[in-house]
Each structure stands twice: as structure tokens, then as C-alpha cells.
């Protein structure tokens, strides 16, 4: 149990630095949670931002994402993101 709460620990840690670096809201790093919302709340986070966020997941997690996967349920908040990837890294093992 330890190793998955360590697993989704570093996965948010690495997704809110993934998110603050390709919005460039660095500085507000320490204020965004698994409850702050994304597409709709974050005014950074437009349509091409979406775009290069994922880009910069796959990077940084080395998985893919499909232009299925764009919905408004992955990109609701930073936790809903969170689990996402934590799926992806999952099934890519």
C-alpha cells in the first residue's frame, strides 16, 4: 500500500510541476492541490495549453496520450490528471 500512496505522491508532485512549468505559473505552485481545477479554471489553461500540458506528460511520464483521452472528466482537476497518469503508468508497466 505504501508503494502505490508513494506512486500517486510522486505523480502528483511531478504533474503540478509538469502543469506550473508549461503555464508558466511557477509561482503559484505551492497553492495548486488535487482539488484545483484545470480547463474552465485555470485562465492559462486554454485550448493549446491542454495540448502542450499533455505533450509535456507524455514527456515526462513516457506514456501516450490519445486524443481520446481529451475529455472534460481527465482535465477537471489536477487529481483527475493525476489519476490519469497514474493509470497510464500502470498499464505501462
Same mark, same amino acid.
Given at each position: 500500500?505504501?508503494?502505490?500512496?508513494?506512486?500517486?505522491?510522486?505523480s502528483l508532485a &511531478? +504533474? @503540478? =510541476?509538469?502543469?506550473?512549468?508549461?503555464?508558466?505559473?511557477?509561482?503559484?505552485?505551492?497553492?495548486?492541490?488535487?482539488? !484545483? %481545477?484545470?480547463?474552465?479554471?485555470?485562465?492559462?489553461?486554454?485550448?493549446? &495549453? +491542454? @495540448? =502542450?500540458?499533455?505533450?509535456?506528460?507524455?514527456?515526462?511520464?513516457d506514456i501516450v496520450i490519445d486524443d481520446?483521452?481529451? !475529455? %472534460?472528466?481527465?482535465?477537471?482537476?489536477?487529481?483527475?490528471?493525476?489519476?490519469? +497518469?497514474?493509470?497510464?503508468?500502470?498499464?505501462?508497466?
Amino acid at each position: 500500500m505504501d508503494t502505490v500512496t508513494s506512486q500517486h505522491t510522486d505523480s502528483l508532485a &511531478g +504533474v @503540478v =510541476e509538469v502543469l506550473t512549468r508549461t503555464l508558466g505559473i511557477e509561482d503559484r505552485a505551492g497553492s495548486i492541490t488535487r482539488d !484545483t %481545477g484545470l480547463f474552465g479554471e485555470l485562465a492559462e489553461l486554454d485550448s493549446l &495549453g +491542454v @495540448v =502542450e500540458l499533455a505533450a509535456a506528460l507524455e514527456d515526462r511520464f513516457d506514456i501516450v496520450i490519445d486524443d481520446d483521452d481529451f !475529455t %472534460g472528466e481527465v482535465f477537471e482537476t489536477v487529481g483527475t490528471l493525476t489519476d490519469f +497518469v497514474d493509470g497510464r503508468l500502470t498499464t505501462a508497466d
